[in-house]
């Protein structure tokens, strides 16, 4: 599946997305839809690249479809073996130079 990332958000200087990384999911980086939050310090293509699966998840799924498959995932075998995560980690490699292009714009 292609992703068009022109249509890919970035959000890292947010104060409200950031207490919620922070203290609540607390990750670097969290995807709802196509929009990826990310903390700034943390901003980088491996963890991009790791996004744009959970993106790709999310269009081949739905919005709830996949938060809801994500959500009993998560309870069921927790954040390590949760199978998105899995997926996500074994196919972050295949958007590196996405995620690096998108690292690029998004740097200042
Ligand atoms: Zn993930």
Request: glycine fraction near 2%.
């Amino acid at each position: 599946m292609l992703l068009d990332i022109s249509n890919i958000k970035i959000s890292r200087n947010n104060f409200f997305v950031n207490f919620i990384l922070k203290h609540i999911v607390k990750k670097h980086a969290l995807v709802i839809w196509s929009n990826i939050y990310c903390l700034r310090e943390f901003l980088c293509p491996a963890l991009i690249a790791h996004e744009l699966v959970h993106i790709e998840q999310f269009k081949r799924y739905g919005f709830l479809g996949f938060i809801i498959r994500y959500l009993y995932q998560h309870y069921r075998y927790g954040y390590l073996n949760n199978m998105y995560e899995v997926q996500a980690r074994a196919e972050a490699d295949k958007f590196i130079e996405y995620a690096r292009e998108i690292c690029e714009k998004n740097k200042k």
